[in-house]
């Protein structure tokens, strides 16, 4: 099964590239369906890979998890309607257009991602 890149973009929050004191971050909206991811791959700023290490996922209540520790015998439950905030920590934005990369494995689905471009903001 495939998932067009134009619909997987949608999860994507416009406008909510930010840069931090210590990297970067940006938003997702669950607006396609529940589900669960059993892999993430690491994602792209500006084609340069980040370490999945320095990379989190943090849900609404504060929980917390590295990109490397979701794992088919750790799977990330993706709740349908629910926000999640992506933290890389390392990386610090210049002002501008920046380019995100974006991709997962979902079970049974396989591989999917997407591409974004977004315009950095501060806080």
């Given at each position: ?25 940006f ?32 849900r ?27 933290h ?36």
């Amino acid at each position: 099964m495939k998932v067009p890149g134009f619909l997987l973009r949608r999860l994507y929050v416009k406008g909510s590239l930010r840069a931090t004191e210590t990297g970067f971050s940006f938003e997702l909206h669950n607006s396609l369906g529940s589900g669960s991811v059993n892999e993430m791959r690491p994602l792209t700023l500006d084609r340069t890979p980040q370490n999945p290490d320095c990379s989190t996922i943090r849900r609404a209540d504060g929980s917390e998890v590295a990109f490397s520790a979701i794992s088919a015998e750790a799977p990330f439950a993706l709740e349908m309607g629910r926000s999640l905030t992506i933290h890389v920590e390392g990386t610090q934005l210049t002002p501008g257009k920046h380019e995100i990369g974006f991709s997962f494995v979902v079970p049974v689905v396989g591989a999917l991602g997407f591409t974004v471009e977004d315009v950095t903001r501060r806080g």
